[in-house]
């Protein structure tokens, strides 16, 4: 079985977030506003977008 990838976007500023909401974002790979990344669909990488849901656009 292949791994499925999930498309995710920063849509809002990391500027006021809490360091563990920073600390996902960074960890998933974004680091700035309107930046795409895919990443793999993993539970840790799902824990890490549901942290930061709010600042994010997700696309399966």
């Known amino acids: 079985m ?3 990838q999930i ?3 920063l849509a809002k500023s990391l500027a006021g977030q ?7 974002v960074r ?3 974004l680091r ?5 990344v895919q990443v793999s669909d993993t539970p840790e990488n799902r824990g ?3 942290a930061a849901r709010h600042l994010l ?4």
């Not at 809490?18 to 996902?24: C, G, W």
């Not at 700035?32 to 795409?36: D, L, M, S």
């Not at 656009?57 to 399966?60: G, N, P, Y």
């Open 2 to 4: 292949a791994n499925k």
């Open 7 to 9: 498309t995710i976007t």
């Open 18 to 24: 809490l360091k563990n909401i920073q600390a996902s």
């Open 27 to 29: 960890g998933l790979g």
């Open 32 to 36: 700035r506003r309107h930046q795409t």
């Open 48 to 50: 890490m977008i549901y």
């Open 57 to 60: 656009t997700v696309q399966e």
